[in-house]
Nanobody
Framework: QVRLVESGGGSVQAGDSLRLSCSASGLPSSSYAMGWFRQVPGKEREFVATISWSTRISYHADSVKGRFTISRDNGKDQIYLQMNDLKPEDTARYYC??????????????WGQGTQVTVSS
């Protein structure tokens, strides 16, 4: 059974930092690309960042480029999202996801339950 479990969310002030973690288990193979998405109630899920299994390729949404960084530790089956200089518009529920092919669309095969990030001004 595939499990993606996010952690590290919380309530912070604008300008603060947070690091989200995603623990992955049960994936059919070790070569899945991993991504982070976010969603605000009433809006569509938004791509944030993705990283290849090899970690050599990553993409970040323009809205977070320069502030957020995705990384992964395949030995620990962990995926991270370092979020710096947080802004109120970053407030959302953040989801970890796994896909066979690296993509910035939401066509990911497996999803976690999400972790809430709230940024106040």
């Amino acid at each position: 059974q595939v499990r993606l479990v996010e952690s590290g969310g919380g309530s912070v002030q604008a300008g603060d930092s947070l690091r989200l973690s995603c623990s992955a288990s049960g994936l059919p193979s070790s070569s899945y690309a991993m991504g982070w998405f976010r969603q605000v109630p009433g809006k569509e899920r938004e791509f944030v960042a993705t990283i290849s299994w090899s970690t050599r390729i990553s993409y970040h949404a323009d809205s977070v480029k320069g502030r957020f960084t995705i990384s992964r530790d395949n030995g620990k089956d962990q995926i991270y999202l370092q979020m710096n200089d947080l802004k109120p518009e970053d407030t959302a529920r953040y989801y970890c996801a796994a896909a066979k092919i690296l993509t910035t669309t939401n066509e990911y095969e497996f999803w976690g339950q999400g972790t809430q990030v709230t940024v106040s001004s």
